[in-house]
């Protein structure tokens, strides 16, 4: 059985208050549920992240971050190292968001060696994967989904990919408000179970959680959820109020 797992990113959003009323929110809305029924995450910006985990320290709610640099330390200026994040209680971090991807310009292998940094650095990376509308227009889909996953997961073992998840976040659903169907997430989920029986073997990719993400909310989590192969959701923007977010993760248990 996989457990479900709902994460929250929050992008650039929040300040140093609402960080934690938000997380405190999440925290005592979830009680019962986070961290027994479901895995949950919340994924704020850097600068909030041990802020975040105070708030949620000893309750079932784990943290995340949004990204991480793929050397444990020296003269990279700006960047931050899986050591340091694990320092401070975080115990998840996104690779290969679409938005580093495709915004800031991040290379399928620079996505795979953070990848490989992070589960060196002790850290359970949500690897995210997923085509542009213009790819999925052109029936590029799987394509573009073989592509990111063998180059995301490229040189990990059985054991190092059993902690890694995998987020499928269609771009043209991400922030749009246009939300893949059940029926589309549950059939990109479904070969991407079957490229992980391929790439590693049956028993892993049973056992893998692959979330999804895309305009995910309190009104569509359950109709996804109930697809087979949808073990979770990673949340952007309905993961910023707590209502919302906390229906979500009711649903998902
Ligand atoms: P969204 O973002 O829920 O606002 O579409 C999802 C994500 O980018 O992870």
Same mark, same amino acid.
């Given at each position: 059985m996989r457990k479900p797992f709902v994460a929250g990113n929050w992008k650039m959003n929040t300040d140093s208050r609402s960080s934690v009323e938000l997380a405190q929110g999440v925290a005592r809305g979830a009680s019962g549920l986070a961290g027994d029924r479901v895995s949950v995450a919340l994924i704020p910006p850097f600068v909030y992240v041990q802020s975040v985990v105070r708030a949620v320290s000893s309750t079932g709610v784990a943290v995340g971050a949004q990204d991480v640099y793929i050397?444990?330390? %020296?003269?990279?200026?700006?960047e931050i190292s899986p050591a340091m994040l694990k320092d401070i209680g975080c115990n998840y971090v996104l690779c290969g968001h679409s938005e580093r991807r495709?915004?800031? %310009?991040?290379?399928d292998e620079l996505v795979g060696k953070k990848v490989m940094a992070s589960l060196g650095g002790g850290l359970l990376p949500i690897l995210c994967i997923g085509e542009l509308l213009e790819e999925r227009d052109a029936g590029q889909t799987e394509a573009v989904v073989t592509r990111h996953l063998e180059t995301g997961l490229a040189g990990l073992s059985v054991d190092k990919m059993s902690a890694v998840t995998i987020a499928y976040e269609p771009v043209w659903a991400i922030g749009t408000g246009r939300t893949a169907t059940p029926q589309q997430a549950q059939e990109v989920h479904e070969f991407i179970r079957g490229l992980l029986a391929d790439m590693f073997d049956k028993k892993l990719a049973d056992e893998a959680r692959i979330l999804y993400g895309g305009s995910a909310n309190a009104g569509n989590a359950k109709d996804l959820m109930a697809?087979?192969?949808?073990?979770g959701l990673l949340v %952007? %923007?309905?993961?910023?109020?707590v209502d919302d977010f906390v229906k979500i993760i009711q649903a998902a248990a």
């Open positions: 050397e444990s330390k %020296g003269a990279f200026t700006g495709h915004v800031i %310009g991040e290379s697809q087979k192969d949808v073990d %952007g %923007g309905a993961s910023l109020k």
